[in-house]
């Protein structure tokens, strides 16, 4: 079943903690993305990878970091959480080309929450 | 860079009505502009993209209005029915595709029995 997974799906930690979350997929999909999502602000692109090796930063970085080693794998590792971080995470892939097939899969999210 | 406004943020209507939901991009290069819907506690699924060589595109009981000159676009629900309720989240993006897409805020759909 073509799907993108993230683990864990709930977290609740402290300031400070470093922690990660990861994201893959099964699609053998270019370009993959973390997105942040609040109340009233919708989804904020936090950063993308284009390939392997290729990262980016999105709209909202900040106190954030990502790899790309492999094509499937995308994580996301926040070094020293904060209360601000407190949100819904979604990771997403797709495929680079442009015109049909070009949909963005998402993940079923991961709620974090920093005490 | 680009900013997506949505509106309303939220909107109740009866079963069988229709539902407009109306987004304004500021970046007149962007090109690509899909609608995800995302039910309570589940991920955003796109329902309908529009390119922007295209002013409109339906899909069933959906269908998606593009003004370009305005730099606005619009979804457009027909004979809602209870499982459209909702969060429904435009986009905008300059790749053409899928590809860095920003959001605008969503929209809380409730279609009322």
């Known amino acids: 079943e073509a799907q993108v997974t993230q683990n864990p799906r709930y977290l609740i930690t402290v300031t400070g903690k470093k922690l990660t979350v990861t994201c893959s997929q099964n699609?053998?999909?270019?370009?993959m993305s973390w997105y942040r999502q609040d109340p009233g602000l919708g989804l904020r692109q936090i950063y993308y990878?284009?390939?392997?090796?290729?990262?980016d930063k999105g709209d909202v970085p900040e106190g954030y970091k990502v790899s790309r080693k492999e094509k499937r794998n995308f994580p996301l590792i926040l070094e020293s959480p904060s209360p601000n971080q407190t949100s819904l995470y979604f990771c997403?892939?797709?495929?680079?080309?442009?015109?049909?097939?070009?949909?963005?899969?998402f993940g079923p999210g991961t709620r974090l929450t920093v005490l | 860079g680009e900013n997506v406004e949505q509106h309303p943020s939220t909107l109740s209507v009866q079963e069988g009505d229709s539902a407009v939901i109306k987004c304004t991009y500021s970046?007149?290069?962007?090109?690509?502009f899909p609608w995800y819907k995302q039910e309570l506690g589940k991920r955003p699924q796109l329902i309908i993209d529009?390119?922007?060589?295209?002013g409109e595109k339906k899909d069933q009981r959906i269908a998606v209005t593009l003004n370009k000159t305005a730099k606005h676009f619009s979804l457009h629900i027909t004979e809602t029915q209870p499982e459209d309720s909702a969060v429904y989240f435009c986009?905008?993006?300059?790749?053409?595709?899928?590809?860095?897409?920003?959001f605008g805020s969503g929209t809380q759909l409730t279609v009322l029995p």
């Open positions: 997403a892939s797709s495929f680079l080309r442009t015109g049909v097939g070009g949909e963005q899969f």
């Open positions: 699609m053998n999909h270019e370009y």
């Open positions: 990878s284009m390939n392997v090796e290729v990262t």
């Open positions: 970046d007149s290069a962007s090109n690509y």
């Open positions: 529009i390119r922007s060589n295209v």
């Open positions: 986009a905008a993006s300059l790749s053409g595709s899928a590809r860095q897409l920003t």
